[in-house]
Structures are given as structure tokens and as C-alpha cells.
């Protein structure tokens, strides 16, 4: 396809080509991450207990924003009923060095304890009727800025989540909601279950005075899928009836179009991250402005959810890779336009890719003419 291909021309990380070296050696097996969200401010206490297959005799070397305290690290348990301290070291810039002695193929089980005030990653700020809410918006790279690991595509893993959060707060987040226990005050705490390895970029949560509508299940022909939509209030009649309407089908066209649907329910959530969608596994996240000001298109839902296959499911390894999701993503969310609305729109759609594709080509190949008549002599 034509248009995969130019369209990694576009994408804001397709000039970065990490060498394979730059992946950790040691594969993440399982993530069981505690999130306590204090009742005011934006300071929050983490605990990441991971579970490894280690790759070599090399140190683990995991990646944690500079802004968080390491108050413990466990190896193994090691420690844990004396609440002894193993050695290890803060690597320059933040994150853990952890030497062990073990050789490749063992199991090492970690705990990490941290707490701090999130500077990226983990948005903290207020919602446009001024109310609290934090959402992770860790794309690309960016879910060390509140859960320490290797921060880094290739390293899928599965994962479960605990969050607390004060009175008033309601939780969405990867996987399956398990249940929720209440403390005191009012706080709750809602534990989320994702059985499916997932990339580090699609670990996430959102809390606030959040709205859940139920959708009717999709995709029965293989295996009933729950659909919900998750808004703030005023905006969720809006939301069902647009852009969201027609989800159950877009399901059910990439199901028998593509192959069974990968997790165990879908979530499209309003929220505060930066990018217009974000594919996070069960739980794809929108710009809260789209819905503020009722411009979230059907082609972006389409898009997020293909990426549920092609990019969650199905994971470039490394960064350069990336044009393959993007590209699949891009071309299906087209042919469910055709599917839902005939061969016109769907042609349309394409050609505006392909403008813009050519136009972004265009402006690249000028920009390097420019440079080179800029240079000496």
C-alpha cells in the first residue's frame, strides 16, 4: 500500500530510528502498578511490583522521571518482612539500576516505592467546569513520567492497576474493572485487570467526575465485546449520539474484516490528552476540546480503533517501525468510510490523505533545499 508508506512521512517520530540496542535487555512479564491520588494538589504515591524474565547477567536498568523520591526497592522480596533495603543506585536523570545475580531466562520479581509530583506524562489539572481530574497521556515514550520501566514498545507485558482516589472520583482505566473498595473519608479504590500483554504506552488511567454510558455489545458473531462511552456530563449526549453512534457497527466491520477483537471490552474516553486520539488498549482517550467544541469526527474514532489491532494488538518492535500501525490504522479507519458510507467518501478521504501526505513531502524536500544552499562555500 501506497499510502502506509508516505504517511510515515508525517508522523512526529518518523525520522527517529533508535537503534535495537537502545531496548533493554531484560522482557517485562507482568506490571502491578498502585496509584494513590492525594485529596488535593497533584502529589501522588506510587508502587510498581514487576515481574521479569531477565536477558542477561546485566544490571536491570528501569526509567523514572528525575522528579520522584525512591523511598524502597525490593528484589525478590528480598527484605520486604525486615524492611531492609537491597543495593541500588538512581540513575543520572532519574530512574533504578539494579544489579542482581542471577543469569538470562531466571525470573526476578521488583518493587518499586516512589512518590513525587508529575511533571509529564500523568496530567493533573482542572476540567472546563473547574473540577480535578488526572489523566496518562504517555505516548510516545513518556509513561516514565509516572511508572518506572522500560519505557519502550517492544517490552509488552500485562498489567494491573490500583488506583485511589478521593470521594467523588470515578476511575476509567486498561483492562477489566475487577471491583472497588471503599476507604475512609469516601475514598475509593478501583483495581483494573488487562490478561493481555499490552505495549508500556497503552498503560493507562483518567479520574474525575466522569460519566459512563453502556453501548450495546459488538462484535457477537465471534465474542460479545462491552462498549461504554466516558464523558463528563454535559457532554455525553452529544458524544453517544455523534460521534460514537455508529461504534458497535465499526466494530463489527473491523472484527470480520480483520480478526477477532484483541481485549475483553472498549472504553472512548474524554480526556485531557494532547493528541486528538490516543489508541490506549480498551481505553482510547480524546481530546476534551473535541468535544467542547463538538468537532470529533467519526474517521478519528474508526482510526483509535483499528489501532486496537494494528499498533496494540499487533506492536511495531522498534520506533522506525512505527509507519506500519499508523498506516494500517489510517487505511482501515478509510475503508470502514466506504463500508458506512459509500465509495465516494471513501475516495474523498483518501485523496485528502494523499494531499496532505504529498504536501508534507513537499515541504520536507524544500526545507532540506534550503538548508543546503544555506551552507558555506
Known amino acids: 500500500m501506497l499510502l502506509p508508506l508516505l504517511l510515515a512521512l508525517q508522523l512526529p517520530l518518523a525520522g527517529r530510528a533508535d537503534p535495537d540496542s537502545a531496548r533493554g535487555v531484560h522482557d517485562a512479564l507482568h506490571h502491578d502498578i498502585t496509584i494513590v491520588v492525594g485529596d488535593t494538589g497533584q502529589h501522588i504515591v506510587g508502587v510498581a511490583a514487576t515481574t521479569w524474565r531477565l536477558g542477561s547477567a546485566d544490571p536491570l536498568e528501569v526509567e523514572l522521571d528525575s522528579v520522584y523520591r525512591v523511598v524502597r526497592v525490593l528484589a525478590d522480596g528480598r527484605g520486604e518482612s525486615r524492611m531492609a533495603r537491597i543495593t541500588f543506585a538512581i540513575l543520572q536523570g532519574g530512574g533504578v539500576h539494579l544489579p542482581h545475580t542471577k543469569a538470562a531466562g531466571d525470573t526476578l520479581h521488583t518493587t518499586i516505592r516512589y512518590h513525587g509530583v508529575p511533571r509529564d506524562g500523568l496530567i493533573i489539572r482542572t476540567d472546563s467546569a473547574g473540577r480535578r481530574t488526572l489523566f496518562a497521556d504517555n505516548w510516545p515514550n513518556r509513561v516514565h513520567g509516572w511508572i518506572p520501566l522500560i519505557d519502550h514498545p517492544h517490552d509488552k507485558a500485562t498489567v494491573t492497576l490500583h488506583i485511589e482516589v478521593p470521594a467523588g472520583m470515578r476511575v476509567i482505566a486498561t483492562g477489566t474493572l475487577q471491583k472497588v473498595d471503599t476507604l475512609v473519608r469516601g475514598r475509593t479504590v478501583w483495581h483494573f485487570d488487562q490478561p493481555q500483554p499490552i505495549p508500556p504506552y497503552g498503560i493507562v488511567f483518567g479520574a474525575g467526575a466522569l460519566l459512563t454510558t453502556p453501548l450495546e455489545p459488538a462484535a457477537c458473531a465471534?465474542?460479545?465485546?462491552?462498549?461504554?462511552?466516558?464523558?463528563?456530563?454535559?457532554?455525553?449526549?452529544?458524544?453517544?449520539?455523534?460521534?460514537?453512534?455508529?461504534?458497535?457497527?465499526?466494530?463489527?466491520?473491523?472484527?470480520?474484516?480483520?480478526?477477532?477483537?484483541p481485549y475483553d471490552r472498549l472504553s472512548h474516553v474524554q480526556s485531557s490528552t494532547r493528541f486528538g486520539g490516543m489508541e490506549n488498549p480498551t481505553a482510547i482517550f480524546y481530546d476534551e476540546k473535541a468535544y467542547l467544541e463538538r468537532r470529533l469526527r467519526e474517521e478519528t474514532v474508526a482510526h483509535e480503533t483499528a489501532h486496537q489491532w494494528f499498533g496494540d494488538a499487533v506492536t511495531q518492535d522498534d520506533w522506525h517501525h512505527l509507519w506500519l500501525s499508523e498506516g494500517f490504522a489510517t487505511y482501515y479507519a478509510a475503508l470502514w468510510i466506504r463500508h458506512a458510507d459509500g465509495d465516494s467518501a471513501f475516495r474523498a478521504t483518501m485523496r485528502r490523505h494523499a494531499d496532505r501526505v504529498f504536501r508534507s513531502a513537499l515541504s520536507i524536500v524544500e526545507r532540506k533545499r534550503k538548508n543546503r544552499s544555506s551552507l558555506p562555500g
Open 222 to 261: 465471534v465474542k460479545c465485546v462491552p462498549l461504554s462511552v466516558v464523558t463528563f456530563a454535559a457532554d455525553s449526549a452529544w458524544a453517544v449520539e455523534g460521534p460514537f453512534r455508529r461504534t458497535g457497527d465499526m466494530l463489527d466491520f473491523c472484527s470480520r474484516l480483520i480478526g477477532p477483537f
